[in-house]
Each structure stands twice: as C-alpha cells, then as structure tokens.
C-alpha cells in the first residue's frame, strides 16, 4: 500500500471550512483514498473514500487531483465535535487485501 | 441496531498471565481485524480473519493469537502477557471496503 504524508497538526475556528491535505504521490492505479478520523479515546471512525472522481457524502467532501498525487478532505462547517485526529489511508481493494495501515494523521483541533 | 462490541473494557493483568480480549459483532461481516493503539505508533495491525477458520498476522503479531470459530467473535489472546503488550486494542469488522471499530480495550500489564 501507498504511504501518505499528512500535516501533524492543523486548527479551524468554529464554522468555518476545514482543509485536510494528504500526499499520496506512490498511489498506483488501482488504490483508492481513505479517510478515517479518530475521537479522543474512541475508535476510528470512517468518513470517506474515493479512486479518482471527488466524492461526497453527509460527512464531508474528498477532492482528489487529476494526477492523484494528493488529496483534499473537506469538512464545510467544522463543529467542536469534528475536532479529532484525521487519518488518510491509501490501499488497495483487491480480494484479500482488506488491511488498513494508519500513519500518524492531522490532528484537527476546532476552535470556539 | 447492528454493533461491535469490546469486552473487557479495561483490564489490569500481572507478567505472564494469559489474557484473552473478546470482540464480537452483529453485521455478520466476513473480515475482523485486531489492532494496537500506542502513543507514537499510532495504530499497528495485530492479526486479522476474512472468515471462520481462517486468520493471518499482522505486522506485530509476536505475543499474539485469534481463533475464529463462527463470524461473530474474533477473540485476542495473549498468550503470557508482557508490560511491553501495554496498550490501546480495537477490534473491527468490514464486509467491503469501511472498518467499523470498537470502542476499544485499555489493557495494563504490571
């Protein structure tokens, strides 16, 4: 599977737009993007994924570039309840290959 | 409503004791997975199953074993615990691509 680089850290104010970046620049075709977040002391939780078109779903929205190099999850209206730590996970779908294998993240805090 | 479930939920063990973590869930998914949760490690893949009778290692399996007799349950053994095996374990299942987590068992090896 693809490693990712994400920033360690990352603030948003309360309402605003939250910006997650995430390279990936050894994705090869056939590996889809990720995006799991974890609470404090909860287990992680899934958000989203996609191969190459932006999806969206009642959580957020995942922007991948044309080259698929990177990677963009978006949360329009961050609330103190999004503040966790994001994980974006490259892997692969074949048959047998269900692993996921968790960097380090973004530590997404949102403030008042 | 369909869940996955962790029990204990916190457990205090002496060195060498055996322990075992039970997880068990509802969906009747195929694929369970056990993972270790450390600070600085973030979490680490212990042993995995994609249906009864079969089971694989992870990347720290060491100290580790599961048996899966029936899709619901995917207990973790430790076999003669260690202090080093201190640590946050979740337990998921998935059918097709999203894991769904447990809330997780905080383990203490004195």
């Known amino acids: 599977d693809a490693k990712t680089t994400q920033p360690p850290s990352m603030d948003c104010a309360e309402g605003r737009a939250a910006n997650l970046p995430c390279n990936h620049s050894?994705?090869?075709?056939?590996?889809?993007v990720y995006w799991y977040r974890q609470i404090h002391s909860q287990g992680p939780q899934y958000i989203i994924h996609?191969?190459?078109n932006n999806e969206t779903n009642e959580m957020a929205s995942l922007i991948i570039t044309e080259d698929r190099k990177s990677s963009t999850l978006i949360l329009p209206h961050a609330t103190l309840r999004d503040t966790a730590v994001y994980y974006c996970i490259v892997r692969s779908q074949i048959q047998g290959a269900q692993k996921l294998v968790f960097g380090q993240g973004t530590r997404l805090t949102i403030n008042p | 409503d369909a869940e996955i479930t962790q029990s204990p939920r916190h457990k205090i063990t002496e060195t060498g004791r055996q322990v075992t973590l039970a997880c068990h869930q509802t969906?009747?998914?195929?694929?369970m997975f056990w993972y270790r949760q450390d600070l600085g490690h973030g979490l680490r893949l212990i042993h995995y199953?994609?249906?009864?009778?079969?089971?694989n290692k992870g990347e720290v399996s060491d100290g580790y074993s599961v048996s899966r007799s029936n899709t619901e349950d995917l207990p973790l053994t430790l076999e003669s615990a260690a202090s080093s095996q201190t640590s946050v374990y979740f337990c998921?299942?998935?059918?097709?691509?999203?894991?769904?987590f447990g809330p997780g068992t905080r383990l203490l090896v004195l």
């Open positions: 998921a299942s998935s059918r097709g691509e999203t894991q769904y």
């Open positions: 969906w009747n998914h195929n694929n």
């Open positions: 199953s994609y249906g009864v009778q079969d089971t």
């Open positions: 996609g191969l190459k």
């Open positions: 050894t994705i090869s075709g056939n590996e889809y």
